[in-house]
């Protein structure tokens, strides 16, 4: 009798913890995932802010699941589930595959949302793959070096002046640190600008930053924040963004102009386009954020082979946060497991066991919510600290992160501030490259250049499109 066959796709939290929770299945397993590492997201800002290096955060699922032989890994965009066939078809660059399965399990995440304004993207990168993390890197180090060459103090101004959209943990952990980046790493480098008079807004249409910590904790941020010297623009929301800045719109509709080089969008999750294409399929149920809604054990209406899960399961109480991923893999892999073995599963519905919320806002400074237990300062840091390494995949990423938050958060060095011009142009170098740039396959100062000249040219184009009123 031919073994069972089980398709994961996507190798994040979800992904991975099925995989490794099925290792003693008599089944098959291959993973379908578009990038060939697992990536350990609640960190990708200190990849941008030159902390870690994005192997610290992303080890490779091959070296992760080597050791566990009834699994296959392949990186593979995948492009189209046939529910009917049992085929899932994907494709590597140019050579299109498929894959039968008998269970499959839909776990590809979820990426930024930009409400309907997607051209704000090439100005405001996101913050969801390692890519993203690298562009702006080279972005906020790549400002302040401009910064020290121009003689325009109207330019300088402009350059040193970094907009974060989205005051929850993303957006906080992301303005704390290019705050102290600029007050405390790159203080003295500098012979012709003053790092530590960069100004750093935090945008967000809520009235305090961290809006599912509560008002008493969002103050308390807002207070560390403001002390740190991070300026605050509450109850707005962004109406425009372009090359040169951002437009708000305050809730008393009041507006303003922020002129600014460096953008970051931390603001809204869509999750992966798998979804609506699941719902289409299906006719399962699907929101506005492209989550499928599910049964209570997890599975499709009326496709108990097929499990959705993490960021793109709707289930009522369960945030697109890890250890929903996480709970959510583990009780699928148990009901796969037990149905391999021909008895009932432990538990017939999924129950979310909600373990709190943390966000770090500075070296030393964070908040936790654990239930009624609310933590700040160097406690809350600490827990924070403890539970991210904790859950970083594999001990050699988990010394790494270790030794680079030692510098870091002793003396405020930073080992990984390395940035080129790849980095700069990555949101199209690819899709320029993918489309033959001048015929060259190698990516030569001269192709560089073309790729540049290109963003530029799509970048303007965006900007010339934009709607007056953008929401």
């Known amino acids: 009798m031919p073994r069972h066959r089980i398709v994961i796709i996507g190798s994040g939290f979800a992904g991975l913890t099925a995989a490794r929770r099925l290792k ?42 080597r050791k566990q032989k009834n699994v296959t890994v392949l990186q593979a965009l995948v492009e189209e589930i046939d529910v009917e066939a049992r085929v899932v078809k994907w494709r590597n660059h140019n050579k299109h595959e498929q894959t039968e399965y008998d269970t499959l399990i839909v776990a590809a995440g979820a990426g930024q949302s930009y409400f309907g304004n997607d051209h704000f993207a090439v100005f405001a990168p996101g913050m969801k793959t390692i890519d993203d993390a690298l562009e702006l890197r080279a972005r906020i180090f790549g400002a302040f070096e401009l910064a020290e060459i121009e003689t325009d103090p109207t330019a300088v101004e402009k350059l040193l002046t970094f907009v974060v959209v989205g005051a929850g943990p993303t957006g906080v952990e992301m303005a704390g640190q290019i705050r102290e980046l600029a007050s405390h790493t790159l203080k003295g480098e500098f012979r012709n600008i003053d790092p530590t008079k960069a100004r750093v807004i935090l945008v967000d249409g809520a009235e305090h930053p961290l809006p599912p910590f509560g008002e008493e904790l969002g103050i308390k941020t807002e207070e560390a924040l403001a002390k740190l010297g991070v300026e605050m623009k509450m109850n707005a929301f962004v109406t425009g963004v372009d090359s040169e800045g951002v437009t708000l719109k305050y809730k008393s509709g009041e507006e303003e102009r922020i002129e600014s080089v460096c953008k970051v969008w931390a603001a809204g999750v869509a999750a992966s386009p798998l979804g609506r294409a699941l719902g289409e399929a299906t006719g399962a149920e699907v929101d506005r954020a492209g989550r499928v809604t599910v049964n209570k054990d997890l599975t499709l209406p009326g496709h108990p082979e097929i499990f959705v899960l993490g960021d793109m399961m709707a289930f009522p109480g369960v945030p697109g946060v890890a250890q929903g991923a996480i709970q959510s893999a583990r009780f699928a892999a148990d009901t796969i497991a037990a149905r391999l073995a021909g008895r009932a599963p432990k538990a017939t519905e999924f129950v979310y066991n909600d373990k709190g919320s943390m966000a770090t806002i500075a070296r030393f400074k964070a908040v936790v919510k654990m239930g009624n237990t609310k933590l700040t300062g160097f406690v809350a840091w600490a827990a924070w600290c403890f539970l991210h390494l904790l859950y970083i995949v594999g001990f050699k990423s988990q ?21 080129t011009n790849q980095q700069l142009v990555a949101r199209l170098a690819m899709e320029q490259l993918g489309s033959g740039v001048s015929g060259k396959l190698v990516a030569g100062e001269d192709v560089v250049e073309e790729i540049v000249q290109a963003a530029q040219e799509e970048a303007h184009e965006a900007e010339e499109s934009q709607p007056d009123n953008a929401e």
């Open 24 to 65: 003693h299945a008599n089944a098959d397993i291959t993973i379908l995932a578009r990038t060939s590492h697992h990536l350990f997201q609640p960190l990708l800002y200190q990849v941008a802010t030159g902390i870690l290096s994005e192997g610290d955060i992303a080890p490779t699922t091959r070296e992760i699941l």
């Open 399 to 419: 010394v790494g992160t270790l030794v680079n938050w030692f510098f870091s958060f002793i003396s405020g060095a930073r080992s990984q501030r390395t940035t």
